[in-house]
């Protein structure tokens, strides 16, 4: 179970997986740069899922942290903790869709 990351400025859908074997062993393709936690979770509202998303839109939005911080508990609510616990995907249109929505708002 090894999933490559998506390089900076490379959008592509996100990957979250649980091994079956092993629920602590988790893989995902966005790398962990603003860290606020131990390890990046889904599926619930907690620690783990704010730092899965907020550095989603770290990745999406080319390193911009203060948007990053503004909108990742609304963006962990709508997409990463409906995810199911054994992991899923996330696309990337639904990402930068929420991403320009939220601009347009602004």
Same mark, same amino acid.
């Given at each position: 179970?090894?999933?490559?990351?998506?390089?900076?400025?490379?959008?592509?859908?996100?990957?979250?997986?649980?091994?079956?074997?092993?629920?602590?062993?988790?893989?995902?393709?966005?790398?962990?740069?603003?860290?606020?936690? $131990?390890? +990046?979770?889904?599926?619930?509202?907690? =620690? #783990?899922?704010?730092?899965?998303?907020?550095? %989603? *839109?770290?990745?999406?939005?080319?390193?911009?942290?203060?948007?990053?911080?503004?909108?990742?508990?609304?963006?962990? $609510?709508? +997409?990463?903790?409906?995810?199911?616990? =054994? #992991?899923?995907?996330?696309?990337?249109?639904? %990402? *930068?869709?929420?991403?320009?929505?939220?601009?347009?708002?602004?």
């Amino acid at each position: 179970m090894k999933v490559e990351k998506l390089k900076d400025g490379e959008f592509g859908h996100v990957m979250a997986i649980r091994n079956p074997d092993c629920d602590f062993k988790r893989e995902t393709n966005i790398s962990h740069k603003l860290k606020a936690s $131990d390890d +990046f979770e889904w599926g619930y509202g907690g =620690a #783990g899922p704010s730092d899965f998303a907020i550095n %989603i *839109l770290f990745h999406f939005t080319n390193g911009d942290e203060a948007f990053s911080r503004k909108h990742y508990m609304e963006f962990r $609510d709508e +997409f990463v903790a409906q995810l199911p616990r =054994a #992991g899923g995907t996330i696309h990337k249109e639904s %990402i *930068l869709e929420f991403i320009e929505k939220k601009k347009r708002q602004s």
